[in-house]
């Protein structure tokens, strides 16, 4: 895996053969960052208004130099742009306060700028939304480690390596690979008192490229089920295995393939695509693109054309610890309607 550390350099593994480049860096230049901060400094709470929020988010992040904004709408629009992005230089509030113990809002900052630039870059992806079962529904989503939670493989672990995933939501229908997110959006108010936390993607295309046919077949075969996030487990099912009906991991064009993976854990139906699924893992940690993000940086992630992890990292939980937030963006949620609450149009079973 190749890591990018720091504020100002950005490297990636070469994959020999790939047609499209998969990870992005872009930067806002100085006075642009003032200026949104200016903006985004009296921005009112975001839930008393989510819609009049993300329509103002919007208008402030249309300050973006032509070029930059283009390629943020890029990402979100095109098959052959890159699947993740880095985005520094944005602007952060003066005071976070401490990081939230529990998983929850986070109390004590002095307004709501990193809410702000979250919904700014996801409004330019598409929609935010939320799920009842993750993070109670909740559009903005606090992303730290929980006393409790180190070993799980869920957003509250610290002390395991979070294997290579999609993120996921459980579906009635028995496909966990269709409601799904189509981003992510990921903006650090903290880097924690280590600042030795890693996240890694590893594109779908590098993936295919690199693995054996034989292995690729398999995988593209209904030979796997996912098991439902362990949100959905904890709150629905008591801890246990909720597994969807037999899909394939990866999916789609071969130039523009698509893949989904669960945190919570896949269950192969025979031996040969247990293997495949092995071979798998071992390839997204050969071809994945490595982050530290640190304050003002955010990524933009395709949750449909690669897969995501993280690394294990130091945790005090003492308010200090590593702090993301983040959003769950659809390109439109028009084809969720299914699964809308009556109580709120962008929060869904």
């Given at each position: 895996?190749s890591d990018?550390?720091g504020?100002t350099?950005?490297t990636?593994?070469?994959?020999p053969?790939?047609?499209d480049?998969?990870?992005?860096?872009l930067a806002l230049p100085d006075?642009?960052?003032?200026a949104?901060?200016?903006e985004?400094?009296?921005?009112?709470?975001?839930?008393?208004?989510i819609d009049?929020?993300?329509?103002?988010?919007?208008?402030?992040?249309a300050?973006?130099p032509l070029?930059?904004?283009?390629?943020?709408?890029?990402?979100?629009?095109h098959n052959?742009?890159?699947?993740?992005a880095?985005v520094?230089?944005?602007?952060?509030?003066?005071q976070?306060g401490p990081?939230?113990?529990?998983?929850?809002?986070?109390?004590?900052?002095?307004g709501f700028?990193?809410e702000?630039?979250l919904?700014?870059?996801s409004?330019?992806l598409?929609?935010?939304l939320?799920?009842?079962?993750?993070k109670a529904?909740r559009?903005?989503?606090?992303?730290?480690p929980?006393?409790?939670?180190e070993r799980t493989q869920?957003?509250?672990s610290?002390?395991?390596?979070?294997?290579f995933h999609?993120?996921?939501?459980?579906?009635?229908?028995?496909?966990?690979?269709?409601?799904?997110p189509?981003f992510?959006?990921?903006n650090c108010?903290?880097?924690?008192?280590?600042g030795?936390?890693?996240?890694?993607?590893?594109d779908a295309?590098?993936i295919?490229?690199?693995?054996?046919p034989?292995a690729l077949?398999?995988?593209?075969g209904p030979y796997f089920?996912l098991?439902?996030?362990?949100?959905?487990t904890?709150s629905?099912?008591?801890?246990?295995?909720?597994?969807?009906?037999?899909?394939?991991i990866?999916?789609?064009a071969?130039?523009?393939p698509?893949?989904?993976?669960?945190a919570?854990?896949?269950r192969?139906?025979?031996?040969?695509?247990?293997?495949?699924?092995?071979?798998?893992?071992?390839?997204?940690?050969?071809?994945?693109?490595?982050?530290r993000l640190?304050?003002g940086q955010?990524?933009?992630?395709?949750?449909?054309?690669g897969?995501?992890?993280r690394?294990?990292?130091?945790?005090?939980?003492d308010?200090r610890?590593?702090w993301?937030q983040?959003t769950y963006?659809?390109?439109s949620?028009?084809d969720?309607?299914?699964?809308?609450?009556?109580?709120?149009?962008?929060?869904h079973?």
């Amino acid at each position: 895996m190749s890591d990018t550390s720091g504020t100002t350099t950005t490297t990636t593994m070469t994959v020999p053969g790939k047609r499209d480049a998969t990870f992005a860096d872009l930067a806002l230049p100085d006075a642009v960052r003032e200026a949104i901060g200016r903006e985004l400094r009296v921005l009112p709470d975001p839930g008393a208004d989510i819609d009049r929020a993300t329509a103002r988010c919007h208008q402030v992040f249309a300050m973006l130099p032509l070029d930059l904004l283009r390629s943020v709408l890029d990402f979100g629009r095109h098959n052959d742009t890159p699947g993740v992005a880095l985005v520094r230089n944005l602007p952060v509030d003066a005071q976070t306060g401490p990081t939230p113990l529990d998983g929850g809002p986070g109390r004590g900052k002095s307004g709501f700028v990193s809410e702000g630039v979250l919904l700014g870059l996801s409004g330019l992806l598409g929609e935010p939304l939320g799920v009842l079962t993750e993070k109670a529904g909740r559009l903005i989503h606090d992303v730290v480690p929980v006393a409790g939670g180190e070993r799980t493989q869920t957003n509250q672990s610290s002390a395991v390596f979070l294997n290579f995933h999609s993120d996921i939501t459980y579906d009635a229908t028995g496909r966990y690979d269709l409601a799904n997110p189509d981003f992510l959006v990921l903006n650090c108010l903290r880097s924690g008192p280590f600042g030795d936390a890693v996240t890694y993607y590893a594109d779908a295309r590098d993936i295919c490229g690199q693995l054996p046919p034989d292995a690729l077949e398999l995988l593209r075969g209904p030979y796997f089920r996912l098991n439902a996030p362990g949100s959905y487990t904890r709150s629905a099912a008591g801890g246990a295995e909720v597994l969807s009906e037999p899909v394939p991991i990866i999916r789609g064009a071969e130039a523009h393939p698509e893949i989904t993976v669960s945190a919570n854990g896949v269950r192969a139906l025979n031996r040969e695509a247990g293997a495949a699924f092995e071979r798998l893992q071992e390839t997204c940690r050969e071809v994945a693109h490595a982050v530290r993000l640190e304050p003002g940086q955010a990524l933009l992630v395709n949750n449909r054309k690669g897969v995501h992890a993280r690394s294990r990292f130091g945790a005090r939980h003492d308010g200090r610890d590593r702090w993301l937030q983040r959003t769950y963006v659809r390109r439109s949620l028009w084809d969720i309607r299914y699964r809308v609450t009556p109580q709120d149009r962008r929060v869904h079973f």
